[in-house]
């Protein structure tokens, strides 16, 4: 039987919003599970028993939506007395102790005639053999026990989940999404806080738009269960080359940046999404400088989400890596340098990056915007949604 236990941040919620909540977790749980929703049968207020032969793969899946705590898959007996709980483990976990170290740990809920104490007294004498021995510190083997009412359920293994707040729960964003490891971790990041994730590539000569495709597909499919993103990809070449006429070389990265959060901008309002995710961390690159990142702000109609603002290179590395995503990350192509080697701004005040962005015309951003490609990240297949290369 697998057990699914829901993040502690669930129950800090008013009631009326734990309830919608567990309803949004249960059907992220049911989708990455891959059965129906009515095959979740609730245990008490923060546990939801799954009453289907799930593999592997599908378990490893439901300890990867966000708002669950922990997974376990368990044993589950009738007891109606402590002898029969005696038997019924040292049946299930008898080969599994039998050398080496254990100790025995029980809960309870619900009347018995016997204690969580003595019932682990009782199963560890009932586990003990010539070649193990009973360590209550640091024991090779664990047995886990929890008894409520006339059921108990022995533990035979237990997958750690993200916690968070279920996705769903929480407005959507439209993630500005380079291909590298910045963008892709921010999405982690909100979709961890209950924000689904859609995603606008802009597509330039320096950019690789499968590739960085390939890494929300990635990170879709191993976190975003329940959710049905939305890409965005823009032919971004027009604004390139008007930057490169009209812009001086040292304004032209934050004046590119200005315009990719402008376009993203029209097409979330499209979209009815209220705000934009990007990558950003504090100082990384010259349009990350705390300047320029209040003049972005100034110059784009919508709030922009950093969630990554304060935190370095290596963290940054360390959990694209942790979440699936560093390997394809670590080949993308992040950066277009249109400055031709000179010099860049890096304190430029919010009034001379407005200007420098204005030698772009409005008109062709919404012209950009307007012929975005829209595609579900779902139907997408490599070579297949991309646009004519143009010099």
């Known amino acids: 039987?697998?057990?699914?236990?829901?993040?502690g941040?669930?129950?800090?919620?008013?009631?009326?919003?734990?309830?919608?909540?567990?309803?949004?977790?249960?059907?992220?749980?049911?989708?990455?599970?891959?059965?129906?929703?009515?095959?979740?049968?609730?245990?008490?207020?923060?546990?939801?028993?799954i009453d289907a032969d799930l593999d592997r793969a599908a378990i490893e899946r439901v300890a990867k939506v966000f708002g669950v705590g922990r997974v376990e898959a368990s044993t589950v007996v009738a007891v109606s007395s402590l002898d029969d709980l005696t038997r019924e483990v040292a049946a299930a976990c008898g080969q599994r102790v039998a050398t080496g170290s254990y100790a025995v740990r029980v809960r309870r809920r619900g009347s018995?005639?016997?204690?969580?104490?003595?019932?682990?007294?009782?199963?560890?004498?009932?586990?003990?053999?010539?070649?193990?021995?009973?360590?209550?510190?640091?024991?090779?083997?664990m047995v886990r026990i929890l008894v409520e009412g006339k059921r108990a359920w022995i533990r035979d293994e237990a997958w750690k989940g993200p916690a968070g707040l279920p996705v769903g729960s929480q407005e959507p964003v439209l993630c500005l999404l380079s291909g590298g490891f910045d963008s892709v971790v921010a999405a982690w990041m909100m979709l961890s806080r209950g924000c689904p994730v859609h995603f606008v590539h802009f597509t330039l000569d320096c950019a690789q738009s499968d590739h960085a495709i390939a890494v929300?597909?990635?990170?879709?499919?191993?976190?975003?269960?329940?959710?049905?993103?939305?890409?965005?990809?823009?032919?971004?070449?027009?604004?390139?080359?008007?930057?490169?006429?009209?812009?001086?070389?040292?304004m032209r990265q934050v004046a590119l940046k200005v315009l990719m959060a402008r376009t993203a901008a029209v097409i979330a309002d499209r979209e009815g999404i209220g705000a934009l995710l990007m990558g950003d961390s504090l100082g990384q690159v010259s349009s990350q400088t705390l300047t320029h990142l209040r003049a972005i702000d100034e110059a784009c109609p919508l709030p922009i989400l950093r969630p990554?603002?304060?935190?370095?290179?290596?963290?940054?590395?360390?959990?694209?890596?942790?979440?699936?995503?560093?390997?394809?990350?670590?080949?993308a192509k992040e950066v277009c340098d249109l400055s031709e080697g000179l010099p860049v701004a890096?304190?430029?005040?919010?009034?001379?990056?407005?200007?420098?962005?204005?030698?772009?015309?409005?008109?062709?951003?919404?012209?950009?915007?307007?012929?975005?490609?829209?595609?579900?990240?779902?139907?997408?297949?490599?070579?297949?949604?991309?646009?004519?290369?143009?010099?």
Not at 12 to 18: E, G, H
Not at 126 to 139: F, Q, R, Y
Not at 319 to 328: N, S, Y
């Open 216 to 250: 929300a597909e990635t990170l879709q499919r191993q976190w975003g269960h329940g959710t049905d993103p939305v890409v965005h990809l823009v032919d971004f070449q027009p604004i390139k080359r008007a930057i490169t006429i009209g812009v001086p070389s040292r």
């Open 346 to 391: 890096v304190d430029a005040q919010p009034a001379e990056v407005a200007r420098a962005a204005a030698e772009v015309p409005n008109e062709l951003i919404g012209q950009v915007a307007g012929y975005a490609m829209r595609f579900r990240l779902a139907e997408w297949f490599p070579g297949e949604f991309r646009f004519e290369e143009t010099a």
């Open 112 to 141: 018995h005639d016997w204690g969580s104490m003595e019932a682990e007294a009782a199963v560890g004498l009932a586990l003990a053999t010539d070649t193990n021995v009973v360590d209550l510190t640091a024991p090779d083997h």
């Open 308 to 331: 990554l603002l304060g935190l370095d290179k290596e963290w940054i590395i360390a959990r694209a890596h942790e979440i699936g995503t560093g390997e394809l990350s670590a080949r």
């Open 1 to 7: 039987m697998i057990t699914v236990t829901l993040s």
């Open 9 to 49: 941040e669930v129950h800090l919620k008013s009631r009326r919003t734990q309830r919608r909540f567990i309803a949004v977790v249960a059907d992220n749980i049911a989708a990455a599970a891959g059965v129906p929703r009515s095959q979740l049968r609730r245990l008490g207020g923060n546990r939801m028993e």
